[in-house]
């Protein structure tokens, strides 16, 4: 599985309200997924933002209106040529219109003539949101099948602080991907872990490594939009948590051994993406230790292998492990997969461009129990998530061998 927005056709309605200029950067995040973008605005949400500059954006025309143009039928076009559409703010009277089947403009008579899914991103007033009426239309738009965004808490333009506040773009394209994911890990529980740990010398400093846990959220985020019950055992980042995933926040080994355990009783898989310090100081000083100190020596003893205890516990789980190496990436993940009763072993080369530490990219190969592998292009890590998750289901649905 690629991007899940590139090649995908999106319509994007941007109605009056005043956080119509953020749909500028959205359509821009679009493109960037390599999504087509085209727009359609009311007469409203030109009051706020002008067509060029949608145009420009989305390297397409920008639609205003049922007539005029050289397309007699454009709601139908692009019923016909979309794969998704998002209106983007979605006012009080747009929603009201869209609930009664009215089809006074293009956008609503859009609305009407389009079979996919339609994400609507309310925005308003925190009163008006509250309102009887927006909340019952709400309601039942989402009956229907709309997939309804929830606005943000905070200041309003009007100056009120309270619910209303259109979601960021990221927030957005974060709820879509998942609409637009199969949803064939449901019913499964994942288990991932990521980031590093923190394993302390006084009580100021600590011995770590680069991990950013980039890729292990990336991997839990995966696995909830294609329909599974997420757990997220994570190490210290500076990541935000990825909402509907159950996250355990933990700092050393030892923390993350026992809430690994914990979650592992119940989990169908397991993918252990965190990385976990090898060595523990043997004592922690209770005080910080004064530069005039030094030199001294720090004694280490090792941390309990986590990943070969699961091995010898998995019984019909699935276990997945990464190596992050600087040699010969197949023949020391093979020899790790034997070791540690793997299923899989994602190996990257950390010092490859593009699939190091703290970068959005990753380039990694996908090395199976039984000997084979495959070598992936570098990608961004979500995507790299996604054919993790692939070779997940084929392992689990037998068509390449386990351990």
């Not at 998002?86 to 009664?100: D, S």
């Not at 905070?154 to 949803?183: M, Q």
């Not at 599974?228 to 935000?240: K, M, N, Y």
Request: contains cysteine; proline residues 6%; neutral net charge.
């Amino acid at each position: 599985m690629s991007g899940v927005l590139s090649g995908k056709r999106i319509t994007v309605g941007v109605t009056g309200g005043i956080g119509a200029y953020k749909a500028a950067e959205l359509v821009s995040r679009f493109r960037e997924e390599g999504a087509t973008v085209r727009v359609v605005m009311t007469h409203a949400a030109q009051e706020f933002i002008r067509p060029l500059t949608f145009e420009v954006l989305a390297g397409n025309p920008v639609y205003t209106g049922l007539f005029g143009g050289t397309d007699p039928l454009p709601h139908i076009t692009l019923a016909r040529e979309s794969d998704l559409l998002v209106v983007y703010p979605a006012t009080a009277h747009l929603i009201g219109q869209a609930v009664g089947g009215l089809a006074g403009d293009l956008l609503t008579a859009l609305l009407l003539a389009f079979t996919g899914p339609i994400v609507l991103c309310p925005a308003m007033n925190s009163q008006m949101f509250a309102s009887p009426v927006v909340q019952e239309n709400l309601k039942r738009l989402a009956s229907r099948g709309y997939l309804i965004v929830p606005p943000e808490t905070g200041r309003l333009a009007c100056g009120e602080t309270g619910p209303g506040r259109l979601p960021p773009p990221e927030v957005v394209l974060e709820f879509i991907r998942g609409a637009l994911v199969p949803k064939d890990f449901a019913g499964l529980r994942v288990l991932v872990t990521a980031g590093p740990t923190w394993e302390a010398l006084d009580p100021v400093r600590y011995f770590t490594n680069r991990s950013s846990g980039k890729m292990g959220y990336a991997l839990a985020r995966a696995a909830r939009d294609r329909g599974a019950e997420v757990t997220l055992v994570s190490g210290p980042t500076a990541l935000s948590p990825p909402p509907g995933v159950s996250l355990v926040f933990v700092e050393t080994a030892l923390e993350m051994r026992e809430a690994v355990l914990s979650a592992f009783e119940v989990a169908d898989v397991v993918i252990m993406a965190a990385a976990v310090s090898d060595y523990r100081p043997a004592k922690v000083a209770e005080t910080k230790i004064k530069k005039e100190s030094i030199p001294f020596a720090v004694n280490l003893v090792p941390n309990p292998d986590i990943l070969e205890e699961l091995g010898k516990l998995k019984g019909q789980r699935l276990l997945v492990g990464f190596a992050a190496e600087t040699g010969d990436l197949v023949a020391q993940a093979r020899a790790k997969a034997a070791k540690k009763n793997l299923d899989l072993v994602v190996a990257n080369d950390v010092r490859q461009e593009g699939a190091g530490f703290g970068v959005d990219t990753n380039v990694v190969l996908l090395v199976f129990r039984d000997g084979h592998f495959l070598e992936l292009p570098k990608m961004d890590k979500y995507a790299v998530a996604h054919h993790i998750l692939d070779a997940v289901k084929e392992l689990r649905e037998g068509k390449v061998g386990r351990g």
